[in-house]
T-cell receptor, first 112, second 114 residues
Framework: NAGVTQTPKFRVLKTGQSMTLLCAQD?????MYWYRQDPGMGLRLIHY???????AKGEVPDGYNVSRLKKQNFLLGLESAAPSQTSVYFC???????????FGEGSRLTVL | DQQVKQNSPSLSVQEGRISILNCDYT??????FLWYKKYPAEGPTFLIS?????DKNEDGRFTVFLNKSAKHLSLHIVPSQPGDSAVYFC?????????????FGKGTRLHILP
């Protein structure tokens, strides 16, 4: 039972570099979410998707792009990383609009 | 503007006593609320939820109370155990209008004292 798997778990980037975080879920969930957690800021929603081929902006979408080409995968991209994007990123999924969120273990990103 | 507020960054409670964690929200359209627990270096895990048509939901040691008129909810843990030491997040969503965002508060760190 893998649930929600995030890749990579840790990454260090230099300012201006690009990277993609991969989220994969094996629960056949329709909805997927990307959050970031910063000290004293809680969990803030970056982008989310309510089905394959759909994406929508959350609370803090600037500087990020997402894609949901396959139902089981939700990719979070940073085109030009900035130190302000140093954070722990969590992916989550749920079956539909009435279900609970299942979270991955997180991906710690440091931008120097 | 913060829509879900957890105004206590931390809380210390004696083992065996009741822990009460509070959450306030500003968006009156929120109709579904959830509590999550998070240990360091792990993802949050679901604890309990409540729909706005109810004012109380109970699951074992965990009870969530909702006061819609005050836009306030609370999580009660009785009795508190050492394993309850964690960060607790309150979250809210508006399912009625099909808004699929789930908005979280900043969290409250609970310390259970021996």
């Amino acid at each position: 039972n893998a649930g929600v798997t995030q890749t990579p778990k840790f990454r260090v980037l230099k300012t201006g570099q690009s990277m993609t975080l991969l989220c994969a879920q094996d629960m056949n969930h329709e909805y997927m979410y990307w959050y970031r957690q910063d000290p004293g800021m809680g969990l803030r929603l970056i982008h989310y998707s309510v089905g394959e081929g759909t994406t929508a902006k959350g609370e803090v979408p600037d500087g990020y792009n997402v894609s949901r080409l396959k139902k089981q995968n939700f990719l979070l991209g940073l085109e030009s990383a900035a130190p302000s994007q140093t954070s722990v990123y969590f992916c989550a999924s749920r079956a539909g609009g009435f279900g609970e969120l299942f979270f991955g273990e997180g991906s710690r990103l440091t931008v120097l | 503007d913060q829509q879900v507020k957890q105004n206590s960054p931390s809380l210390s409670v004696q083992e065996g006593r009741i822990s009460i964690l509070n959450c306030d929200y500003t968006n009156s359209m929120f109709d579904y609320f959830l509590w999550y627990k998070k240990y360091p270096a792990e993802g949050p895990t679901f604890l309990i939820s409540i729909s706005s048509i109810k004012d109380k939901n109970e699951d074992g040691r965990f009870t969530v109370f909702l006061n819609k008129s005050a836009k306030h909810l609370s999580l009660h843990i009785v009795p508190s155990q050492p394993g309850d030491s964690a960060v607790y997040f309150c979250a809210a969503s508006n399912r009625g209008l099909g808004d699929d965002k789930i908005i979280f508060g900043k969290g409250t760190r609970l310390h259970i004292l021996p």
